[in-house]
């Protein structure tokens, strides 16, 4: 029985997924918002747990790339389809979900990914939309909601979701600064851009860790 609780965790995060499309038709943009971040900690949680009970399994694996498509892929790529004001327009939108997709589908068996990621994870395009929504409210005339800025933002996430860039993983082995320089760095960095910037801050902190792992790259 135990060792059904990451897949029962993972099981909720799909749910958020779903909620959240039933509120986005809603309009309810701060319910939105709770359901991808209560995703974000099942996603953590479900991972940590199987590895804590020693209950990884393939099914959960699989599980847990058909929930992160549907919190991650479906839900973001209809969050941006609300904020263009064409339909025709608005198919740039399908991007997202089908790089997602795309990309986890990959990940699942690719056996490169163990201590990096090739490719933008699919909860960190979760986060960068979360923080587009949630600029949304109180800034809504931004040019980020021009349609040619919507669809370069829609383009870029889904090339680095599906290019090979390798990219650091957030996972700590230990807690030494010598192993673990490059995310301490991130860590403290996105706590501060989220404390002064808020919801331009969760976008930024993606951007930076895309550049903070370019520079990672060249530097080794």
Not at 17 to 44: E, N, R, T
Not at 131 to 148: A, K, T
Not at 178 to 188: C, G, P, R, V, Y
Not at 193 to 202: A, N, R
Request: aromatic share 10%.
């Amino acid at each position: 029985m135990l060792k059904q609780i990451p897949n029962a965790i993972t099981l909720v995060n799909l749910s958020m997924g779903c909620i959240g499309l039933a509120l986005l038709s809603k309009s309810d943009l701060q319910g939105v918002a709770i359901c991808i971040g209560v995703a974000l900690l099942a996603d953590f949680l479900d991972g940590f747990i199987a590895k804590l009970l020693q209950a990884t399994s393939t099914i959960g694996k699989q599980l847990d790339s058909l929930s992160d498509v549907v919190s991650f892929g479906v839900l973001p790529g209809a969050i941006v389809y609300s904020f263009f004001p064409s339909t025709w327009l608005a198919l740039f939108s399908l991007a997202l979900p089908l790089a997602a997709a795309l990309r986890l589908a990959k990940f699942n068996i690719d056996e490169r990914q163990n201590t990096i990621f090739l490719g933008l994870p699919t909860p960190a395009n979760a986060i960068f939309i979360l923080g587009l929504m949630l600029f949304s409210i109180s800034n809504s005339s931004s040019w980020l909601y021009h349609p040619l800025a919507l669809s370069s933002i829609v383009i870029s996430l889904a090339a680095l979701m599906l290019l090979e860039i390798p990219l650091f993983s957030l996972k700590f082995e230990r807690l030494q600064w010598k192993e673990n320089e490059i995310k301490f760095i991130f860590a403290l960095s996105s706590l501060l851009l989220l404390i002064f910037l808020q919801s331009l801050g969760l976008m930024l902190c993606i951007v930076w860790y895309v550049a903070l792992s370019l520079v990672e790259k060249y530097r080794t």
